[in-house]
């Protein structure tokens, strides 16, 4: 498929990429404040831990958002239009134990998996395999943090 196919064929497909970069964003920022307000039993582990989601999340978005200009659309790219269409939800900032930090991310993450399959999903309606190599790569990692995260608290 050329890109003025693809550019025509993909708007439903932009506009969940951008709803699901939104919440990239807020995530990015989220487990910061998870990584900077854990304490107590686990803070060494889960801090770095955090470190290392939130240093992948940013390289996830940026991906997110050149396939969005690759299929011929713009990314959304200011926090205002993130918070306006993010389903993730901040938090304030305070201290927060390691089991409870890991249950928030397992949450999150939970939403992220179930918003790339409906990316996937939209993705392969529009025959626009890019984006579905993109997403399932996405849509495997996050079942592995979902299963290290759930092992977590168990
Ligand atoms: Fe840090």
Redesign the pocket.
Known sequence: MNVKQLEKESTAVATEMNNFLANLNVMYVKLHNL??NVTGIGFFEI?VKL?ELYTDITLDLDEVAERILTIGHKPLASLQSYLAVASITEISSQDIKALAAIEIALADYTILLEQAKAVLALAEAANDLGTQDLISGLISKYEKTLWMLQAYTN
């Open positions: 990584h900077w801090h470190e």
